[in-house]
């Protein structure tokens, strides 16, 4: 069985595979930007991905998949940031990659084979806008920032099927051609409205940050979309055999890099691009801007176990937008702890290896999660005899669910069922058994349990 990805450029269901003789999966997920704590939004990408590289290494092999995702550490947000605290800017980026680490190491999240920062590939980013320049793909502005020319690049916009007119100077496009920088010249400065940023002059604000620039020139940094063309090339060659990220980063950042790379290096860049959907609170999307967020620690306070953060974030499919609730943390627990119990049972014995075959083949199947843990909750459901259990931690393995975490109590009801259980020791005191008794039941079948003490009562999930 073999892994199929739905592609965003052709448009196509394809099966992953790996261009080079060695067999080598060539893997680059954009990774997030460190100026704060990431969000669970984010996270939903990257166990997203995390999932794809374990299913890809059950299938090809784990010394077969090379799995590169960077970490940007500098762009208009981290600088801010710095300069918000008055600390260097590495100080910043640090202090927020590490957290970001641990979080990935919580959520159950294998480490990237290489994870490269954006500030240590500085020469190799400016190797690359030089060849540009000199190819005549770019030029230096006024103020010493040099563009990508669009215009010298047809196949421009193929990815994001950008129509023509979209892309006219001045039209909303143009304007949101820069990612996730803010645009740092005027319009006018810019050739053509749609050109984007290779390298960024120095600014006052920028204060320490800076770089001596392309052909020795002009101190200032990267532009962001430079840093994965260059750091893709760098640790895993001219061509992937798969690139992904959030449908956020389709265009302008995915586009622009095709651009960069495929000028500069005069081969295809990516033979597969996967996107994959967003995290949504109440319709909109997660986002820091939108200030709608929960980040993991927060979850983790009110006392949801980060397994059961990755099981819910990864209960819908990933190429469709998910909305976030606190009670779908409740629901993943308690699957958890079915399979927790489930596996207890299972013990070391030998079945049929061919029991969890639709688990694998709606994973196969452009990464079907939710029919994949259906088929896995009918075998589940049916009981241990004949099931394989060395089969069983593969497919656990596959979703990254590690079931030695012990489980963690949720102290948290969500708010109807407090209500309910406010309501029942009203009708207790009052002496009103059936309201309380009817009550009970509603309470149980909302998931949990009411357990009364003398002065009071206790909320536990059921189960
Ligand atoms: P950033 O740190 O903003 O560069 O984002 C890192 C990754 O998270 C990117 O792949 C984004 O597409 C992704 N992302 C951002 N917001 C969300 C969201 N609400 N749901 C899912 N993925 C997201
Ligand atoms: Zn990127």
Known sequence: MALQLYDSFTRTLRPITAAQPDGVVRYYNCGPTVYAAAHIGNFRTFIINDTI?????????SDKVRYVRNVTDVDDKTIRQAKLEQRPLREITQKWWNKFSADCRALGCLEPHVEPAATDHIPEQINMIEVLMDKGHAYRAADGSVYFKVDSFPEYGRLSRLKERELKPGSALAAGNTGKDTASVDADEKEDGTDFALWKAWKPEDGAVKWEGPQGQDPGRPGWHIECSAMSRKHLGLTLDLHTGGVDLLFPHHENEI???????????????????????????MSKSLGNLYTLDELTEMGHAPMAVRYALLAGHPRKQLNFTLDSLHAAAKALANLRQFRAKLGNQSGDTALFDPVFAALHDDLNIPGALGALFSIVNRGPDGVDAETFDRVMFAFGFDLTEPEQAVSEAPAEVTALAEKRWAAKQAKDWPTADALRGEIQAAGWTMKDRKDGYDLEPAG
């Open 53 to 61: 590289r374990r299913v890809l290494e059950l299938q090809f092999g």
């Open 259 to 285: 651009a960069q790379s495929e000028c500069c290096n005069g081969v295809k860049f990516v033979r597969h691009w996967y996107h994959s959907e967003h995290l949504l609170v109440d319709g909109k999307k």
